[in-house]
């Protein structure tokens, strides 16, 4: 079970770490080690050959950040994030964005 405000497929931006300023969305959690996986964020993991005739070689593979080095994209300014809060709109409860108060889909 997810226990942030963060949902499959927001579009984050990293603030800290070595990804720093890369944005993408979110393909999967890891919650065990409380860690995201974002589309587009690469990293080079080095592979032995094996005796099945598999090469090995340096190989790119998608890495995981740690959740609290991620923030949501606001929706009004792209390049800024925001933190995410909640409101009421129709008795439904929905997330916004409090920088620009946006709700966030």
Known sequence: MNKTKLK???AVIVIAGSHK???GPISRFN???SRVYIKGIKGLKHKKPSQN?????IIEIE???AISNVAI???KNKNKFSK???????KNKVRIAKKSGTVIK
């Open 8 to 10: 499959q497929g927001d």
């Open 21 to 23: 300023g890369k944005q």
């Open 31 to 33: 919650n065990d080690k």
């Open 53 to 57: 005739g598999e090469e090995g070689g």
């Open 63 to 65: 890495v995981s950040v």
């Open 73 to 75: 994209v606001d929706p």
């Open 84 to 90: 995410i809060g909640y409101k009421e709109v129709n």
